[in-house]
């Protein structure tokens, strides 16, 4: 063995994908993966790999220690590979978790046991939002309950608007029982578009799926702004304002221009809410999208978009998908659509290639082109890509430090269900 390669061979970094093929100019791709010596011939000069058609599975992979052994094999064969350790990890949970997704995803009838005698969060204990929904909760969230107290049944008040608190309100409220499965509380009304990112509660009454949450692009930081959502129609997250009272007020004007019954109830609370928020200093606005438009790097199919750390200088942070959104949303529509088995394999063979040169995206530390990877194929609704998304999210989460999006997006999947009342409290008992 030639000195070249065995220096390329004890070193410790990962290899190239591509190996001498390699393409990259960019210095810290060069520093982070090893190449092999370039003036060693292949073993196998005409070696040719044969295509095949793949399957978006989440079949179970091979222990990390094998896998390298695996690639330091291929290296002195000339078919170079690379593994991201801890990308490859979080695949691995994925794949571990599809046994659950099989048993729960997008099943209106997940039985939970309940105990048989259900008691109540403490509503004062405020450090409980961030242990039970892995966020916190902003000070307008408050706020807004505090104004509400305010008046007369003020549950009464709301409805007769066509609103119900949700979600984290509960505890507020005291309607949070104390469960000891903790992944319920991140599926309390987490509706079925509703990716990590956005956070329910507000709700329309009765069999609505419409309603309005916090939507964050970080798990420790503050929400960008509230939107709505109609999970009846589709996945797309529309950005209201940036406190709840401007998002409240907003909803009541167009309440009261599109519903003539509740138009005096509209204005009553419209007048309300407009002096709650002049008392405490929250602007009644309309959130700017110019303004999201300059951070985000993609739209994705909700619409709402995604923020990643991105470098202009080194273009480092996020690239393209390999497929437009209009081709993606067609093999989408062919997939629900298939009718056979044959079917659905061509389209899972078309889509392998996106989501694998998005994961080559993320070794090469494209995060954002993964994560935009995985919330497309969320966004979908289609459970055979549940598994590829959870993939796909769970990579891109963890090397963005956002595990606690992770986590929800996990609990989720498992417990994902459609309609209009996803409180944790609904899902049928044994």
């Known amino acids: 063995m030639s000195d070249e390669w065995q220096t390329y061979r004890d070193d410790t970094r990962t290899p190239c994908k591509y190996g001498r093929n390699c393409y990259q ?213 529309t950005p209201m304002a940036k406190n709840i009272f401007a998002t409240i007020y907003l909803y009541l004007q167009n309440e009261k221009n599109t519903s003539p019954f509740m138009s005096i109830a509209c204005q009553k609370l419209m007048d309300k809410v407009k002096k709650w928020a002049e008392n405490h200093g929250y602007p009644l606005e309309k959130y700017d999208m110019k303004e999201r438009q300059a951070k985000i790097q993609t739209k994705t199919f909700h619409g709402a978009g995604i923020v990643v750390p991105y470098n202009k200088r080194t273009q480092l942070g996020y690239r393209n998908l390999v497929e437009t959104d209009g081709n993606l949303k067609k093999m989408f529509s062919k997939l629900k659509s298939a009718k056979t088995q044959k079917e659905k394999d061509d389209v899972l063979s078309d889509l392998q290639p996106v989501i694998t040169y998005a994961n080559i995206a993320v070794d090469e530390c494209d995060f954002g082109t993964g994560l935009e990877a995985g919330i497309n194929l969320f966004c979908s609704g289609i459970r055979e890509l549940e598994a590829s998304a959870l993939s796909s999210l769970q990579a891109a989460y963890s090397l963005l430090k956002r595990d606690e999006f992770a986590k929800i997006l996990q609990a989720h999947l498992k417990y994902r269900r459609k309609g209009p009342n996803l409180s944790v409290l609904s899902i049928n008992e044994k």
């Not at 309603?211 to 692009?217: A, E, P, T, V």
């Open 25 to 237: 100019r960019n210095p810290q791709h060069h520093s982070s993966f090893k190449h092999p010596p370039k003036n060693l011939k292949r073993k196998n000069e005409n070696y040719r790999p044969n295509k095949k058609r793949y399957k978006l599975t989440a079949s179970p992979r091979k222990d990390v220690n094998d896998t390298n052994k695996d690639l330091d094999h291929r290296d002195t064969q000339g078919d170079i590979g690379s593994v991201d350790q801890k990308t490859r990890s979080n695949e691995d949970n994925a794949s571990t978790s599809k046994t659950d997704l099989d048993k729960g995803s997008c099943d209106d009838n997940i039985v939970i046991k309940f105990p048989e005698i259900l008691l109540y969060h403490d509503k004062s204990d405020h450090n409980l939002f961030k242990e039970l929904f892995l966020v916190e909760m902003p000070e307008d969230f408050f706020k807004f309950y505090k104004c509400l107290e305010e008046l007369e049944s003020f549950e009464k008040v709301l409805s007769s608007v066509n609103l119900e608190l949700i979600g984290p309100y509960d505890l507020l409220l005291g309607k949070l029982p104390i469960l000891d499965n903790k992944d319920l509380y991140l599926v309390h009304w987490r509706f079925f578009y509703d990716p990590p990112e956005f956070q329910a509660i507000l709700k329309k009454n009765g069999k609505s799926e419409y309603h309005i949450g916090y939507f964050r692009d970080h798990p420790d930081k503050p929400p960008q702004f509230l939107a709505s959502c109609d999970s009846s129609k589709d996945c797309s997250i």
